[in-house]
């Protein structure tokens, strides 16, 4: 028989692990270890997920423990360990608590899994992928996190509610930083079934669009008074599921740069990959407006700030 994949999500007590776990466990994408400071918490959320397995109609294999030995050569690890946002916060008000708790995290991965790909959700997100490429040395596709999927998957919202249509028919990205300010919503290239945003959208509407998309985040904190998780939960599932059934999918994703865009600081942030059992095996390089080179430039120079405060951390 043909090994299943092994997919461990460490702060998996928690609304986005648990989320996570929910949506790959619903698509049998293979053995899933919850792990979690409150091992409680994860275990109870394991045996209410099981519970619901038939009449949700999957059945899955689940272990919940807060001992990180039993990640164990996991292919994926999924890293969700870390405090949410407030209504009023930004996330990059959260590196520094965060740091170090991915940082212990990833210590474990170090140990434990060496050769899985490993998928960073916690926030400040581009800063935390720089804090685990750090301690466990991991090549840069197999280092990856969960931003622009999401932030694209607002967008193409957004944009859906604009113009009532389905938004299967929208063809958006988000790209640069995972942050209210830097996300860079790439207009340029936004169309709906084929027909460019700039032709069915005004100016005006085309920067509500924008702006909307950039608060998402912080939309929902305020109004549910901890950050989301449901749409992380997806985004996130989408990222596993083309890893371990090999799907190709190309997704916008962080990653470290090396020179591509013309940054060549090693700076981690978000551009379309192609995610395969090897991780992010091709960062590719779009065509870019002006005013959208500009915000990635931006995009660059804020997370340089945050990293400085990450790495004085760990
Ligand atoms: N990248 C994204 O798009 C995105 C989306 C949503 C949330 N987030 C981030 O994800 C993180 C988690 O959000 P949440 O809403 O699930 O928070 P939460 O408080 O519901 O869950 C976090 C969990 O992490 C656990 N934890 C903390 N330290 C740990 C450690 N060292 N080892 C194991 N478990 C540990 C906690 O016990 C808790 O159960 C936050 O940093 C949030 O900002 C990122
Ligand atoms: O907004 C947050 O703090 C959580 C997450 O990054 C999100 O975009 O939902």
Redesign the pocket.
């Known amino acids: 028989m043909l090994k299943r994949p092994k997919i461990t999500v460490?702060?998996s007590?928690?609304?986005?692990?648990a989320a996570v776990v929910q949506w790959c466990a619903q698509k049998e994408l293979g053995d899933l270890v919850l792990?979690?400071?409150?091992p409680n918490?994860a275990q109870g959320r394991a045996l209410d997920l099981a519970q619901g397995g038939a009449f949700a109609g999957f059945n899955a294999s689940f272990t919940s423990t807060d001992d990180s030995s039993f990640m164990q050569d996991s292919d994926v690890v999924v890293i969700?360990?870390?405090?949410?946002?407030k209504p009023g916060q930004t996330?990059e008000e959260?590196v520094g608590i965060?740091a170090g708790?991915v940082k212990?995290?990833c210590e474990n991965v170090k140990k434990y899994a060496p050769n899985c790909i490993l998928i960073l959700?916690?926030?400040p997100?581009d800063a935390m992928l720089t804090v685990a490429q750090k301690v466990t040395s991991f090549p840069r596709e197999r280092v990856i996190?969960?931003?622009g999927v999401?932030d694209s998957s607002r967008f193409r919202s957004n944009i859906a509610r604009a113009l009532n249509v389905h938004i299967k028919d929208v063809s958006a990205i988000v790209l640069g930083a995972?942050t209210d300010k830097d996300m860079v919503p790439v207009v340029s290239t936004a169309t709906v079934g084929g027909v460019p945003l700039n032709k069915l959208l005004s100016a005006e509407q085309i920067v509500d669009v924008v702006n909307r998309t950039k608060r998402g985040?912080a939309e929902l904190t305020e109004l549910i008074g901890?950050?989301?998780?449901v749409a992380?939960g997806f985004?996130v599932t989408a990222m596993v599921e083309s890893i371990v059934l090999n799907q190709g999918r190309i997704l916008p994703c962080s990653v470290e740069l090396k020179g591509e865009y013309g940054i060549s600081e090693g700076a981690c942030l978000c551009v379309p990959v192609k995610l395969t059992n090897k991780g992010a095996e091709k960062v590719f390089e779009i065509d870019l407006s002006t005013e959208e080179k500009a915000a990635l430039k931006a995009a660059h120079t804020a997370y340089l700030e945050v990293r400085k405060i990450a790495l004085s951390s760990v």
């Open positions: 460490v702060g007590g928690g609304n986005v692990g792990i979690d400071l409150k918490v969700t360990a870390g405090v949410p946002r996330r959260l965060n708790i212990t995290v959700v916690s926030n997100l996190g969960m931003s999401l995972h985040g901890t950050s989301a998780w992380p985004g």
